[in-house]
Each structure stands twice: as structure tokens, then as C-alpha cells.
């Protein structure tokens, strides 16, 4: 009865559907589910007992009713999403997107009365089963290797990102550097940089980011957290305060995205999908 409560704080997904159209068209018209999930943030301004509020292990209360949000705007032909997980608003998002009053109740009943949407029916109540795809199945993975291993998983994708000289510092104690590396720009402009990993199933909030901070050293001009969780408000604003050393910040989502376009421990299966619509069609003729 507790936890149902709780999970009461967080507004239901149609309260999202119009600032997930506000986010995208803030963004260009395209956005990964990370970047949806910061600008929603800031669109919404939701107090932070609310963002940090957990799902499940795998994510928080908001991003799973976002999840819920794009998938109704996505049956309602409003979005489109690449296998990367990039978001992008149609020519009929686009048009919502310039309406000051947006309808969320006629996305509601189209997308509710479309032909087979009972599989992507919800009703904004608690709680539906949890997806079992490969990112949950992934996401389990990271939270149980070991940190030295996370490490070591995070030196191999900032490689592929084009770092160079990525060195895993073994046993260096939550709060202080992970490991280090060079950034190279253009061939001619490089930074040291240092990362830290922290596998959390929850939020990171800003004083893991003030104690990581501290931690570097006078010639390391960047940082970058990675975590299998999320950030807080607090977070985000503290790793770009002005007038301090920035720290990039890639949470879960993220995370998963890079590992699966750089091909890390994720092989791609073609698969093909029955299209019921077409079939159905034919028979009605």
C-alpha cells in the first residue's frame, strides 16, 4: 500500500506527452532518450523527491512514464525511433509542437481505439510488467560486474570514443578518479581527462559530482562520470556551474546507447516484425 502511494508522486505518463513534444522541438526536432529526459526535467521543473523516485532497479518513476509518453506519440504518428534510440518529431509532431493548446486527450483516444494497440495500451496506473529486452538485460549485466570490471568496461568505450593513453587506476576508492586519458581534437588541440564509474541503480546527485571534482588533479582540464543510473537536477547543474571545471556526465541510457553503436558486448540480430495492418487490410477488401 506504501509503495503504491509513492509511486503516486510522480504525475501520470499523459502529463509528459506534451513535454516530450516541447523537449524535441527545443532539441532541432531529434533526441536521444537521455537528452528527452533532462529537457523534460527542466521543462516541468519537478521537484526532486519526484526525479529521484525509483521504477525499478533498471529506472526511475519519469522515465518510465516517458517511455509510455513516446510510445503514445509514436502510435499517434507524432515521433519516429532509430534503433539508437533517437527520437525524432514527424511532420505531425512538428505541428503539435506550434500548437499552444495541445490535445492530449484526442492522442489518447486515437491511439487507444487504433486497430492493435491493446499491446501498447496503458492507462497511467501502476504497475505494468517490466520489458524484459536486451537493454534490461544489459543493464542487469552492468550492475552486477565488478567495479574494477565496470572500469575496465568504460576504458574500452572511451577508446572507442577516441580517447587515447586510457589507464584504469585499480582500487581507487568511490569518490576519487577511476581512470585517466587524452582527448584529441582535430589533431591539434588535446585534454587530460579523468573518469569515474559508478554503477548505481539510482540517482547521482551533486555531491558526488562536487567530491569527484575535487579529486582532480591541477593538469586534468575535463572530467567524465559514467554511471548506470541517472542524474539529479542538482547534478546536472553542478557539473556545468560556471566558473568551475566541467564534468560530462553519460548516465545509463546513455551508456547503453554508446555500447550498442560501437558494437561493445551487443552483436545486432535482423529480425523482422508481422505487419498485421497489411494483412488485415487485404481482407477487408
Known amino acids: 500500500m506504501t509503495k503504491k ?84 518529431l514527424t511532420a505531425k509532431g512538428a505541428a503539435l509542437a506550434k500548437q499552444a493548446d495541445l490535445d492530449v486527450k484526442e492522442i489518447l483516444r486515437f491511439t487507444n481505439s487504433k486497430s492493435g494497440a491493446a499491446k501498447g495500451k496503458y492507462t497511467g496506473g501502476d504497475p505494468l510488467p517490466e520489458p524484459k529486452g536486451w537493454r534490461e538485460q544489459i543493464t542487469y549485466l552492468l550492475l552486477n560486474m565488478s567495479p574494477y570490471a565496470f572500469e575496465k568496461l568504460a576504458q574500452r568505450l572511451l577508446r572507442e570514443c577516441g580517447f587515447s593513453d586510457v589507464d584504469v587506476i585499480k582500487k581507487s576508492g568511490d569518490g576519487g578518479i577511476d581512470g585517466t586519458g587524452k582527448l584529441r581534437i582535430n589533431g591539434i ?10 554503477r548505481y541503480k539510482g540517482a547521482v546527485g551533486a555531491p558526488e559530482i562536487r567530491d569527484f571534482r575535487g579529486s582532480l588533479s591541477t593538469n586534468v582540464e575535463k572530467g567524465v562520470l559514467i554511471t548506470t543510473g541517472s542524474f539529479t537536477r542538482a547534478a546536472l547543474e553542478e557539473a556545468s556551474s560556471e566558473g568551475k571545471r566541467l564534468i560530462d556526465l553519460m548516465d545509463g541510457e546513455e ?30 477488401e
Open 5 to 88: 502511494t509513492s509511486k503516486k508522486k510522480c504525475p501520470a505518463f499523459q502529463f509528459f506527452i506534451k513535454p516530450t513534444i516541447e523537449a524535441l522541438s527545443q532539441l532541432g526536432g531529434s533526441g536521444a532518450n537521455s537528452e528527452i529526459y533532462r529537457r523534460v526535467i527542466q521543462i516541468t521543473n519537478l521537484s526532486e523527491d519526484i526525479i529521484d523516485e525509483m521504477h525499478s532497479f533498471t529506472m526511475t518513476e519519469v522515465e518510465y512514464r516517458l517511455m509510455w509518453a513516446r510510445t503514445y506519440l509514436k502510435n499517434y504518428g507524432a515521433v519516429e525511433n532509430s534503433k539508437q534510440g533517437v527520437w525524432v
Open 189 to 198: 588541440f588535446s585534454f587530460n581527462v579523468a573518469f569515474q564509474c559508478k
Open 255 to 284: 551508456l547503453i546507447n554508446k555500447l550498442a553503436e560501437y558494437g561493445i558486448g551487443l552483436n545486432e540480430v535482423k529480425s523482422y516484425e508481422i505487419d498485421m495492418d497489411f494483412f488485415n487490410s487485404l481482407n477487408e
